[in-house]
């Protein structure tokens, strides 16, 4: 775990130079509008924000403000730090990451073992299509549907907003119901693998009662496999969805970097994608410990 840490920096680098590059490759600058600045002025914006040196001396000048702190001045906004605004944005996505990772384990992993538990049964088929269409429902065509139906047919919901808790709801079932129906179908497919094992007959055949078989023996085991999606899919609701965040105007980091990609705001995005980097690197290290909690059998090796 510790040669996991020490390597942070320098898979942070090469996510810092892989976007550096493909930024500058893009067609289109920051400073393109439908009708064209003077090329006085647009010198002089570039000379402003140090966009006339050569490329490598951005990129490593970029480096080391990055490392002491200072993600640059937004392009959008001259009066605004990047961090200043990830900042503002960074605890409503993390509050709205949060509540989609509950509402994906509680939905998943009960599904996913009254499906094993109950295999081929009525109640493992209904659990299992309820999965498959999570799963291949795309997270903005949900939020789609629970726009329409339960702010504009059933008026039981706002459409969007972020101030009030019935405000959440649709946000979080729509970023979690997608990862719920993965977990669910990695859960299913995990446990029934377990319970056919030799040392769950002899748990059985020791009198232990089907409570204590099933969460001391066959689920503990069980979730090895579900923590190991858990990490990236951690990261990716914790970080949050930017289209989530646009159909119901979340105020979060999200609709920022979105605007950010759309007016070729440097500096703003190269801090979102950065702190990605960060959080899925970040879940995967806490999946290593979660693995070394489940199984104390497992050594993790780099």
Known sequence: MLRRVLLLPVVLFFVALMTFVLMHLTPGGPWDREKPLAPAALANLNAKYHLDRPAPEQFLSYLWNAG???????????????????????????????????????????????????RNTPGDYGSMLLAVVGYSMPSFVLATLGVILFAAVWHLLPSGGWGSPKE??????ALGLGPAAAIARYTRASLLE????????????????????????????????????????????????????????????GRNFIESVLSRDYPMIMASILLYAFAVAVANLLVDVAYAALDPRIRVSA
């Open 168 to 173: 959440w709801i649709m946000p979080s079932l």
């Open 194 to 253: 377990i319970v056919a094992q030799d040392y769950v007959r002899t748990a059985r055949a020791k009198g232990l009662g089907e409570g204590a078989v099933v969460g001391r023996h066959e689920l503990r085991n069980a979730l090895l496999p579900v923590v190991t999606i858990l990490g990236p899919t951690m990261a990716y609701l914790v970080t949050g969805s930017f289209v989530i965040e646009e159909v119901f105007h979340v105020p979060g980091i």
């Open 68 to 118: 002491h702190g200072d993600f640059g001045v937004s392009y959008r906004y001259p009066d605004r730090n990047v961090s200043e605004i990830i900042g503002e944005g960074l605890r409503t996505t993390a509050t709205l990451g949060g509540l989609a990772l509950a509402v994906a384990l509680a939905l998943g992993l009960p599904l996913g073992v009254v499906a094993a538990l109950k």
